[in-house]
């Protein structure tokens, strides 16, 4: 007998602590859910949290001693001593809108699919993949980032993070 039941999906809560974009936050959370089941991850919770190039300056600066505003910044909370806590939580996404905008721009693209490659760029770190090190590592993560995006949105994205 099949079950009828669905299947579990993760909490993907949303906070924002921004005015420059108006966010689709139902749009975020359809697309995080579904990124997150072609990473075989569907039942893990994820928190974003928007803001502008000061709030994530002062993120960079507070937590990772680098006093500089970035795109994105990823805090795990599957890694560590407490890492086992709590298996569901994947981690804390923030993105700053107010350069995913500038990104957009140059790149000639909605801002909305300029935040969407940022914050699968987040989620990306929190599953493990990593392009900080030179090499094959970091060509992984680009080629599962645009196979994502394109998963999500139907087009190839060449902007690099």
């Known amino acids: ?5 669905k299947p579990k999906t993760g909490k993907v809560l949303i906070t924002s602590n921004q005015k420059q974009v ?22 893990r919770e994820l ?3 928007f803001v502008d190039d000061e709030g994530i300056r002062t993120i960079n600066r507070d937590y990772l001693r680098r006093d500089r505003p970035t795109n994105v910044i990823a805090f795990s909370l599957s ?20 350069t995913a905008d500038r990104e957009a721009n140059a790149a000639s ?15 990306l770190h929190l599953a493990g993949y990593d392009h ?10 680009s080629a599962v980032q645009e196979v994502l995006f394109f998963e999500l949105r ?6 690099r993070l």
Do not use: C, W
Request: charged share 25%; net charge positive.
């Open 1 to 5: 007998m099949k079950s009828r039941l």
């Open 22 to 43: 108006k966010l689709d936050r139902a749009g975020i959370r359809r697309d995080i859910r579904q990124a997150l089941e072609l990473l075989g991850a569907g039942e």
């Open 47 to 49: 928190s974003l949290m």
């Open 79 to 98: 890694e560590g001593s407490f890492g086992e806590v709590n298996p569901g939580m994947l981690g804390d996404v923030v993105v700053s809108v107010e």
């Open 109 to 123: 693209i909605p801002v909305g699919d300029a935040i969407l490659n940022l914050i699968l760029h987040g989620i």
């Open 132 to 141: 900080e090190k030179t090499g094959g590592r970091a060509r992984i993560m």
């Open 154 to 159: 139907g087009y190839r994205l060449v902007v």
